[in-house]
């Protein structure tokens, strides 16, 4: 009792010491207090660089109090006064980290990257000290021996369950020398992870691709010239046209440019971020992150990393997602190439002399599609404007589950770009905030990602509702154009959207289980789903109109697209499958000496019979998913999840592709639960069987 009493004076003499330090300095740090914006969103403009570290410090020291005083609690440990007790600890932590790393992500710069460096290495030693802390898990041990007699429910279940295994598979169980050891690989394997994005953005930014006269353009559809004159302008190079790794400025290019020199500059530069034996180079970081991350897998008692992180997943060791994977490469191979076959015969047919390269492939797939199916890309932007399309996802949500959309302007919001709704259901009452974030700029990392400001939680009856944000690098407006869409564009904004409402419906208690907090190969079902309904009829009838006439897209348009939706999925199978299989090599590694990382890639993707023509689609060096995401040993999980969207889309095709009974069954089943059931009873609720492939291989044209 003695030791409880004089944490809980510890853990008031912190607040006091932070207050009376505040004072002195005539600010308030923000997050010292509970953000008083509207829906508690933070207050983005009131925030200074200073503020975080600081705030990171205190949010850590806080966190330890309560941790401390869960182990000095003089009662015996059961679910309340340590579960759930060491849930709800590190409110201010969870915040500042929230804001700050979304922020990293999205309008990050130098300051910004050395606080990311600093408080990374903190976050690494403060999350062992808690997972390593010996009297914490003795008690988590102790509710964990008799949870079948505590009365637990559920959802309570599944988080001790959950919280004990996280605590064996943080090294609570080990020797001190082997703590010790994993301790200082934790710390570093988190700075190699920022170093690596830092490394791929640097690279991604430091590309230019500058035309001095307008002849070497053609082909480029004017309105990628004007973006790209409009590119240059801006940079100071005024009457040349600049061009970026950027999708929406390289694609074109690669599409659309007769001029081979220019697409081959603008591909290479692409393939080669992080592989220019420079201070920007990768081939260090991946190299020593696949040893660590080998030796972390063996001190824990596992024989590589794949089996680390494959045992939590649907998928649950590296020998079932290779035979996955080597399944699909057998279906896929061959069409890829045929594929090439094909592109070659145009080039003789064309008379234009050369051996198909990769930097020609997306040149002359574009010609043949317009010769094969009579359909140009370019002809649909014109129906894809952004706002439009947003709109249109809004109302497919909108038909699915009630919800609506209410554009918030008066909201805080980081960047003037930013869009906020608020989310409602369809009586009105409040459901979260949305955050969307759609173009390219220097401070923001590629891709497209979903994140939360703040998860759902309901604990002890008080509901905190969901902020969650959605990022994109969608084509921007150029002159007196709005943005308009390609199709890859359309499906990664109904992609993200999906991912966005599994956080938004989420309906759980307990934050840790909440919304997307499932195994890696689950979590792309909500987001893939989503994808089916884009090029539905019914569908493209709320969003594809034409953005100057307002005519809907042409029905003959719509059987163009239906009849090219298999067009080239070998090559992008190829491209995929590739990367997976790449990933997987890296990671049933079990070496402590680092390898030669260009040797080591070219003989994975030899072994996975990928052809000369089609590079990787993520070479190493900037595999970002893979060594600065959480997707390492993962990456397959995109394709896994396919099958389960592909099969699940099957259900609404038979019943209704707006069929109430069969939305609310998917939200009721899926999108609310969050992690709080095993994924394949979630799936077999939702469809009344487990998942069949049939579906995804009609879709690609693999059948």
């Not at 000095?72 to 007790?85: C, L, Q, R, V």
């Not at 993200?496 to 419906?505: N, R, S, V, Y």
Request: glycine share 6%; with cysteine; proline share 5%.
């Amino acid at each position: 009792m003695y030791r409880f009493i004089v944490f809980m004076f510890l853990s008031f003499l912190v607040v006091s010491c932070s207050q009376q330090k505040q004072e002195q300095t005539g600010r308030h740090n923000p997050f010292f207090k509970p953000f008083t914006a509207p829906y508690g969103l933070p207050p983005f403009a009131e925030i200074e660089y200073g503020d975080y570290l600081p705030a990171f410090e205190k949010g850590i020291e806080e966190q330890k109090m309560e941790v401390e005083q869960i182990v000095a609690n003089p009662e015996k440990a059961d679910f309340f006064n340590t579960i759930e007790a060491l849930e709800v600890s590190g409110a201010m932590l969870a915040m500042v980290s929230n804001v700050f790393f979304n922020i990293n992500s999205s309008l990050t710069d130098d300051s910004i990257q050395q606080i990311a460096r600093e408080a990374s290495a903190m976050l690494a030693r403060h999350t062992d000290d808690i997972n390593l802390n010996a009297g914490l898990f003795q008690r988590i041990e102790t509710v964990w021996k008799n949870r079948e007699d505590a009365g637990l429910n559920g959802e309570q279940m599944i988080l001790l369950d959950k919280t004990y295994k996280r605590f064996i598979r943080g090294g609570a169980m080990l020797d001190e020398p082997s703590k010790d050891k994993l301790r200082l690989i934790n710390e570093e394997l988190s700075q190699l992870s920022l170093s690596f994005g830092e490394n791929v953005l640097a690279e991604t930014n430091r590309f230019q691709l500058v035309v001095e006269t307008e002849g070497e353009l053609a082909g480029i559809p004017d309105a990628f010239k004007n973006a790209a004159a409009e590119a240059a302008s801006k940079a100071g190079m005024e009457g040349k046209w600049l061009f970026t790794l950027q999708k929406p400025s390289m694609l074109p290019v690669l599409q659309y440019a007769a001029n081979r020199s220019l697409r081959e500059k603008i591909f290479k530069g692409y393939i080669l971020r992080g592989d220019n034996n420079d201070e920007f180079d990768n081939k260090k970081n991946v190299a020593r992150t696949v040893v660590l991350r080998s030796e972390k897998a063996k001190i824990l008692g596992y024989s590589n990393h794949a089996a680390f992180v494959l045992e939590q997943n649907m998928a649950n060791t590296p020998e079932m997602v290779n035979d996955f994977i080597d399944d699909l490469l057998q279906a896929a191979m061959p069409i890829a190439k045929k594929e090439a076959d094909n592109l070659q015969q145009i080039i003789s047919r064309r008379g234009d002399k050369i051996k198909l390269e990769p930097w020609d492939w997306w040149y002359y797939a574009e010609i043949l599609r317009k010769e094969k199916f009579d359909l140009d890309e370019e002809e649909l932007r014109p129906y894809f404007k952004l706002e439009q399309v947003r709109d249109g996802v809004f109302a497919l949500a909108g038909k699915l589950w009630g919800l609506q959309f209410v554009r918030r302007d008066d909201l805080p919001r980081y960047h003037p770009d930013v869009e906020v709704y608020e989310v409602t259901e369809a009586d009105g009452r409040h459901l979260g905030i949305l955050y969307k974030d759609f173009f390219p700029r220097e401070s923001k990392r590629g891709g497209a990602w979903m994140n939360s400001y703040r998860k759902q939680s309901n604990v002890n009856g008080v509901f905190v509702s969901p902020v969650i944000t959605t990022n994109y690098n969608f084509t921007a407006p150029s002159g007196d154009k709005p943005a308009l869409l390609n199709w890859d564009e359309v499906s990664t904004l109904f992609h993200e959207m999906g991912h966005a409402l599994h956080g938004l419906l989420s309906n759980c208690t307990y934050n840790s289980l909440s919304g997307t907090a499932v195994p890696r190969d689950f979590v792309e079902l909500p987001s893939q789903i989503m994808e089916n309904w884009a090029p539905e009829p019914e569908v493209l009838e709320l969003y594809a109109h034409h953005y100057e006439t307002g005519e809907p897209i042409p029905a003959d348009l719509i059987k163009k697209m239906q009849q090219s939706s298999t067009f080239n999925q070998g090559f992008a199978m190829a491209e995929f499958l590739s990367a997976a299989r790449l990933d997987m090599d890296w990671h049933v590694l079990e070496t402590t000496i680092e390898p030669d990382v260009t040797i080591f890639e070219s003989s994975s993707l030899t072994r996975a019979g990928l052809i000369p023509e089609i590079v990787v689609r993520y070479r190493s060096t900037y595999f970002s998913h893979v060594f600065s995401g959480g997707y390492s040993a993962g990456y397959y999980s995109y394709i896994w999840s396919e099958v389960l969207d592909s099969d699940a889309f099957e259900a609404f095709k038979e019943k209704g592709l707006f069929d109430p009974e069969t939305a609310l069954s998917f939200r009721k089943n899926v999108l609310e639960k969050g992690g709080t059931d095993e994924p394949i009873n979630m799936y077999v609720a939702f469809r009344g069987r487990e998942p069949r492939q049939d579906a995804l291989l009609k879709k690609r044209g693999l059948n």
